[in-house]
């Protein structure tokens, strides 16, 4: 498959290449920084920022594409499903 864009560098503002889903936990970090955080099941989400700041979000809808830099999804605080790491 060809890539146009291969020689190109890439930037935060640049499209996710890659993606893993996530796991919440309190104690394991993700294996890559997120760019983005995509939620299919809506709920309350509590991450790690890449920071070190913990934020709770309330009430993310299903299907939300959120542009954070986070370091981990925590499982105490979080309802929120279906949640992908993209990069």
């Known amino acids: 498959?060809?890539?146009?864009?291969?020689n190109t560098q890439s930037s935060?503002?640049?499209?996710?290449s890659s993606g893993f889903?996530?796991?919440p936990s309190?104690?394991?970090s993700l294996s890559e920084t997120s760019r983005a955080l995509y939620v299919?099941?809506?709920g309350n989400l509590s991450?790690?920022?890449?920071?070190?700041?913990?934020?709770?979000l309330a009430n993310v809808p299903a299907g939300c594409l959120l542009p954070l830099r986070v370091t981990a999804?925590?499982?105490t605080g979080?309802?929120?499903g279906a949640i992908a790491a993209l990069v």
């Open 1 to 6: 498959m060809s890539d146009r864009f291969a």
């Open 12 to 16: 935060l503002s640049s499209p996710a």
């Open 21 to 23: 889903a996530v796991t």
């Open 26 to 28: 309190d104690a394991d």
């Open 40 to 42: 299919g099941i809506a």
């Open 47 to 56: 991450v790690r920022m890449l920071s070190g700041e913990v934020l709770s």
């Open 73 to 75: 999804v925590l499982a």
């Open 78 to 80: 979080t309802t929120a």
